[in-house]
């Protein structure tokens, strides 16, 4: 019954690799989200997912792409990893008309060696 | 742009002291606000919600006032549990989203530990 699943919850890759982040959420919403969350648990908006519309946050490096099979999901996909993206990414929905929460998966520990 | 200033922690208190965790925010408009829990190895959680000025929300015996004339959204509980060492994050939501899209604006988050 998990709202918003992630896999893998941990990932262990080394620099240079390609490697993706997968996201589902059956809760019906609209709106999915990628958060970054850096090792003092500072959480930055990466990319939001609206019908179709991606809004992408300016100071994400174009090495990252959101792909959206469908409004159940957003996976998220990284080139040519690098060791500052080692972080914990957080995938997130929303029903988007309103001024309404968001309900967050697990969390995907990324660690680039 | 919209902004959300935490107390910086961490927090350290005993079991059933009194909590309050700060937290303003820089908005144009009229913002939701949220308090959101992450508990250690977790994803974050809703704590609990305002949606206009002078709502309070209330969960698990934590609340925050909206205080529109000081941009404030501080969180209180009047005697925390050593099941209540989580980070907490005060947040916002886009009160004019590009799109229909909405996002949140988090605040850096205050690590609080309850010693029994």
């Known amino acids: 019954d998990t709202a918003v699943s992630q896999t893998p919850k941990y990932l262990v890759t080394q620099m240079g690799n390609d490697k993706s982040i997968k996201c589902e959420q059956n809760l019906g919403h609209d709106t999915m989200y990628w958060y970054k969350q850096d090792s003092k648990k500072f959480l930055k908006i990466m990319f939001s997912y609206n019908n179709k519309e991606l809004i992408i946050n300016e100071t994400v490096p174009n090495r990252f792409s959101p792909k959206s099979p469908d409004k159940a999901h957003l996976n998220l996909h990284i080139n040519s990893l690098e060791l500052g993206d080692s972080a914990v990414y957080f995938c997130?929905?929303?029903?988007?008309?309103?001024?309404?929460?968001?309900?967050f998966g697990q969390g995907t520990r990324l660690t680039v060696v | 742009g919209n902004s959300v200033t935490q107390m910086e922690g961490p927090v350290t208190l005993s079991e059933e002291a009194f909590l309050t965790i700060n937290c303003t925010y820089t908005a144009t408009g009229y913002p939701s606000l949220f308090w959101y829990v992450q508990y250690p190895g977790e994803g974050l959680q809703l704590l609990l919600k305002?949606?206009?000025?002078?709502d309070k929300g209330s969960n698990k015996g934590f609340e925050a006032t909206y205080r529109k004339e000081t941009t404030s959204f501080h969180l209180e509980k009047g005697s925390v549990q050593v099941s209540d060492s989580a980070v907490y994050f005060c947040a916002l939501s886009d009160p004019f989203p590009s799109g229909s899209a909405r996002q949140l604006t988090f605040g850096s988050g205050t690590q609080l530990t309850v010693l029994p």
């Open positions: 997130a929905s929303s029903q988007g008309v309103g001024n309404t929460e968001a309900f």
């Open positions: 305002a949606t206009k000025a002078d």
